[in-house]
Nanobody
């Protein structure tokens, strides 16, 4: 099993940047495809970005393309989400997720491990 712990959330103003981190333990991190999702109250958890285990391929939701960047450091067992040009609509709890396999999946059901989430609030 893999354990995931997110950090880096907070309260920022529109246009600001934040970098989220997700530290993994318990399993060979370098073999996992990692993803970021977000959720606001009353709505489904939605896909944000994913990265393959060697970091050679990434995928993004359309609403973050050009603003967010996912990356990973397998030596540190950590995946990052750099968020630039934040908007009030980006306000959500952000979750890190892990799955076995090489495919960049966008469905939350494809991910077997989840972190506890970190709150990101963007004020206008």
């Amino acid at each position: 099993q893999v354990q995931l712990v997110e950090s880096g959330g907070g309260l920022v103003q529109a246009g600001d940047s934040l970098r989220l981190s997700c530290a993994a333990s318990g399993r060979a991190f370098s073999t996992l495809t990692m993803g970021w999702f977000r959720q606001v109250p009353g709505k489904e958890r939605e896909f944000v970005a994913a990265i393959t285990w060697i970091g050679s391929s990434t995928n993004y939701a359309d609403f973050v393309k050009g603003r967010f960047t996912i990356s990973r450091d397998n030596a540190k067992n950590t995946v990052y989400l750099q968020m630039n040009s934040l908007k009030p609509g980006d306000t959500a709890v952000y979750y890190c997720a892990a799955r076995s396999g090489l495919a960049l999946r966008e469905s939350k059901g494809e991910y077997g491990a989840w972190g506890q989430g970190t709150q990101v609030t963007v004020s206008s």
